[in-house]
């Protein structure tokens, strides 16, 4: 696993860290998830939260309350009790607090059984886990979505993210978003950060907590310093 920092602007601090797939020779997530199969869905998506949460356990500093982003995959979910036992006996074994776990969810096809989905959020919540959606305003991550379920915290797309500093319609986008968010209660996270511009436009809209590569890339097995030309934290 790799992990990349989720800075919290208003505190100014490390918020917490997504632990991102790596192949053993540095390959991406895009070509590892590649080389899963339906059959070995559920064995994967266990196997990396276990990993993620046992490196965590070893790499997070003593006493600073930082959350870990852990990305799970709806379809490797078939009873959201039973799934989550490897989750509970990782956590326990490593003494990590429920509470600093944060499961994120891309859905890059339709949600065809929403009350699955809901499901899994209600039992998530019920252990004392953070629940997220990724890519949000991509795919089929939008709006219809939050009719259905509410989650703890929305990450932003970085195709809503990207140049929006010179873009009115993204602006506009965002500026929805947060509305919508405000009102729903959820808190809202802007990833693909990659410009000091991009990042002052967000923060002025009122969003909070930031990733992205203007911050710091993702380090193997390692928590890299956030680093900006304005900003300069480590963990």
């Known amino acids: 696993m790799a992990f990349q920092p989720i800075y919290d602007a208003g505190a100014g601090r490390v918020w917490g860290y997504e632990a991102l797939v790596r192949g053993m020779s540095g390959e991406g997530a895009f070509e590892v998830l590649s080389q899963v199969s339906p059959e070995q869905r559920y064995r994967f998506d266990q196997d990396c939260r276990v990993k993620a949460i046992e490196l965590a356990s070893r790499l997070f500093p003593a006493g600073e309350n930082l959350m870990l982003s852990i990305n799970f995959m709806p379809k490797a979910v078939y009873e959201p009790a039973a799934c989550l036992r490897a989750t509970l006996l990782a956590a326990k074994r490593r003494s990590f607090p429920m509470s600093s776990i944060m499961f994120e969810f891309t859905e ?10 809901t499901n ?25 979505l939050l ?22 319609a993204r602006q506009a986008v965002v500026a929805g978003i947060v509305g919508i968010a405000r009102d729903l209660d959820i808190t809202l996270l802007a990833e693909g950060i990659e410009t000091e511009a ?25 928590l890299p310093p956030v680093w900006s030309d304005s900003v300069t934290v480590r963990p």
């Open 198 to 222: 991009e990042f002052r436009v967000l923060r002025a809209a009122g969003i909070r907590l930031f990733q992205g590569y203007w911050f710091a890339k993702p380090a193997f097995e390692e």
């Open 147 to 168: 009719v259905d379920f509410q989650p703890d915290l929305i990450k932003i797309d970085m195709l809503l993210i990207r140049g929006i500093d010179t873009s009115p």
């Open 108 to 117: 890059n096809e339709e949600v065809a059984d929403t009350a699955h989905l």
């Open 120 to 144: 899994i959020i209600t039992e998530y919540r019920r252990h004392g886990f953070t629940t997220a959606v990724d890519d949000f305003g991509a795919g089929h991550a939008g709006l219809g």
